[in-house]
């Protein structure tokens, strides 16, 4: 017979070298058996476990050893506050994700009207997270995968943000003859033949890595979002730790101004923007 502790310390000892947090998914895992948050399992913690959570439990974990992320394991991910649903046709929300949603709301007055535009939204949380701050903002998330779509108007039903326009198709040609103040994108950055991606498996590759360089669905939106952007509107990018000069690079090229790129929690360049100012040609 073993306690909710005692399963609890086992799990994280089992997930000690394939996970940065162990202690914290082994939590979530049986948090999500027990329909317990982690401090009730905490208060719960002398308790002895059924043999069918036990056996339960021993799945997750076991799933978790082989990459699972814990986010699809649970069926859930908090971004923003926000519990998100997530499965795996979209991206786990990341904590770096949250910067791109500060620059973007330090750029919408709360008292004005405005337009957000977020391209390959996947579970919908940048979109969520800024309508949620903005309930004056019209927002409108693009993917170009139908499951995913589903998976984000699913959150906006579930969050009673359902006034978000959620549309399918590749980057701008949804939103074609359409302008915006603020256009954001956590697209796909990832090289092809990075190492990193092997850790990632279980996530959607389109969602990853459409590309040798990792930069080819950075620049298809920077080369494409000025004429889709209003005058002042600001275009903010999520990119990898080495890729802001590149990013900074392409947006300068593309007329934009105010160029910065900013550091994610951990330190590293991870978001890159820059204005327009001038009117830009029509959509095309
Ligand atoms: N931040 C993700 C990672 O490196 C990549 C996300 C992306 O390509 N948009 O784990």
Request: with cysteine.
């Amino acid at each position: 017979m073993t306690t909710v502790a005692e399963v609890l310390q086992g799990g994280a000892r089992a997930l000690q070298s394939h996970s940065d947090s162990p202690r914290l998914d082994a939590e979530l895992l049986l948090g999500k058996i027990l329909g317990l948050s982690r401090s009730g399992l905490i208060a719960h913690g002398n308790e002895i476990l059924g043999v069918d959570s036990e056996r339960n439990y021993a799945g997750l974990i076991d799933k978790r050893l082989h990459g699972e992320p814990v986010a699809y394991l649970t069926g859930s991910r908090e971004f923003w506050s926000l519990p998100l649903k997530v499965t795996p046709a979209v991206l786990v929300p990341r904590p770096e994700t949250e910067v791109l949603v500060d620059l973007a709301l330090q750029r919408l007055p709360p008292d004005r009207a405005s337009s957000v535009l977020d391209l390959g939204t996947g579970s919908g949380a940048i979109a969520l997270a800024i309508a949620s701050e903005r309930p004056r903002a019209r927002v409108t998330g693009v993917d170009i995968s139908p499951q995913a779509l589903d998976v984000a108007r699913q959150n906006s039903r579930d969050l009673g943000l359902a006034r978000i326009d959620w549309r399918l198709g590749s980057w701008f040609s949804p939103v074609a003859a359409e302008r915006f103040d603020i256009i954001v994108a956590n697209p796909p950055y990832v090289a092809a033949a990075d190492p990193a991606l092997k850790a990632l498996a279980a996530e959607p590759a389109i969602a990853l890595s459409v590309g040798p360089t990792g930069l080819e669905a950075l620049q298809e939106i920077a080369g494409a979002a000025a004429a889709h952007l209003h005058t002042q509107g600001w275009l903010i990018m999520e990119h990898g730790c080495d890729q802001a000069q590149a990013v900074a690079q392409m947006l300068e090229r593309h007329g934009f101004t105010h160029v910065c790129s900013h550091l994610d929690l951990s330190g590293r360049p991870r978001v890159t923007l820059g204005t327009v100012h001038s009117p830009h040609q029509e959509p095309t």
